[in-house]
């Protein structure tokens, strides 16, 4: 699976960004995420949604984000989405997307949510988000 990460620009402190990603070669697998990295830091997770042997799915955030970020995919689970408002200066870094093929496994082995870079097998290369004050 190869992602194609897009959408990231420069934009004010309370504006809006709405990155995509696109995966070609196959389709999405158990948990898709978004994550990022600001220069200095480690990788975090912001949002993900695993999928429950397709009897239903789970959306985690991360406090930083709730409320303001949104996670989505289409139902061709091709193209991914991060939708973000109300942007603040410490949400710009470089923004990833993830597919993962290793949720059940690790749903069995009481890992509580989607959030862990070990449970992705694809990434994309990354799209730059910038914040003005």
């Known amino acids: 699976v190869q992602l194609q990460a897009s959408g990231g620009g420069l934009v004010q402190a309370g504006g809006s960004l709405r990155l995509s990603c696109v995966a070609s070669?196959?389709?999405?697998?158990?948990?898709i995420g978004w994550f990022r990295q600001a220069p200095g830091k480690e990788r975090e997770g912001i949002s993900c949604i695993a999928d429950n042997d397709g009897s239903d799915s789970e959306t985690w955030y991360a406090d930083s984000v709730k409320g303001r970020f949104t996670i989505s995919a289409d139902n061709a689970k091709t193209t991914m989405y991060l939708e973000m408002n109300n942007l603040r200066p410490e949400d710009a870094a470089v923004y990833y997307c993830?597919?993962?093929?290793?949720?059940?496994?690790?749903?069995?082995?009481?890992?509580?949510?989607?959030?862990?870079?070990?449970?992705?097998?694809?990434w994309g290369q990354g799209t730059q988000v910038t914040v003005s004050s």
């Open positions: 070669g196959s389709t999405f697998d158990e948990v």
């Open positions: 993830a597919v993962g093929s290793l949720w059940a496994t690790a749903k069995a082995m009481g890992v509580p949510t989607c959030n862990y870079t070990s449970l992705y097998d694809y």
